[in-house]
Nanobody
Framework: QVQLVESGGGLVQAGGSLRLSCAAS????????MGWFRQAPGKQRELVAA???????NYADSVRGRFTISRDNAKNTVYLQMNSLKPEDTAVYYC???????????????WGKGTLVTVSS
């Protein structure tokens, strides 16, 4: 069974830092893009940052310069280092990965269950 499991969320004061991790497990042949999305109460889910298998990155304007996405392909893991956090960063953060499975080479998007990040003012 394929799973994406996030960790690292929590409560932090404004200006603080958190590091999120997301590990993919299961019968995975390869992973294309990986990314982080977030959804605040009453808002739509939005892309925070994404990274290709080759290491190219993309960031939402609201987090560029404060957040850094990285990945460890050997561990099938993606990270999100979040610095200078603001109350408006409060949201549930979801991991997303485009997986190629041994059982399904066509590729599919998978999602984690989310981890809550709360930034207090």
């Amino acid at each position: 069974q394929v799973q994406l499991v996030e960790s690292g969320g929590g409560l932090v004061q404004a200006g603080g830092s958190l590091r999120l991790s997301c590990a993919a497990s299961g019968s995975i042949f390869s992973i294309n893009a990986m990314g982080w999305f977030r959804q605040a109460p009453g808002k739509q889910r939005e892309l925070v940052a994404a990274i290709t298998s080759g290491g190219s990155t993309n960031y939402a304007d609201s987090v560029r310069g404060r957040f850094t996405i990285s990945r460890d392909n050997a561990k099938n893991t993606v990270y999100l280092q979040m610095n200078s956090l603001k109350p408006e960063d409060t949201a549930v953060y979801y991991c997303n990965a485009a997986l190629i499975l041994y059982s399904d080479p066509s590729g599919m998007d998978y999602w984690g269950k989310g981890t809550l990040v709360t930034v207090s003012s």
